[in-house]
């Protein structure tokens, strides 16, 4: 059985957008039979925090450039392209 992987959702601060997009992400992907883990940081954490992560969903404009796939989440603060953002989620965890 492969490793469960793990998503870092990363918005300016932290808490709320990342908050939002972590509840969502885990929902829809319950919904495609896919389970992930789930860590939160602020985009000027994600250096430091991106280890062991296999994907990061950010809200926000990212500082550095990580080494892992990065989907932009923008869609989670305007509801545009949600759909997009959930398939991508999935191809990432599904690899």
Do not use: H, W
């Not at 929902?27 to 602020?42: D, I, N, S, W, Y």
């Amino acid at each position: 059985m492969a490793k469960q992987k793990t998503i870092l959702f990363v918005c300016g601060t932290g808490v709320a957008t990342s908050t939002v997009a972590n509840t969502k992400t885990t929902e829809e992907m319950k919904k495609r039979g896919l389970t992930f883990e789930a860590k939160q940081c602020k985009a000027s954490e994600v250096a430091s925090q991106a280890d062991g992560a296999d994907l990061i969903v950010a809200t926000t404009f990212l500082p550095s450039t990580p080494s892992i796939p990065v989907i932009k989440g923008l869609g989670f603060l305007t509801g545009i392209g949600l759909d997009k953002i959930y398939d991508d989620i999935e191809a990432e965890l599904r690899k």
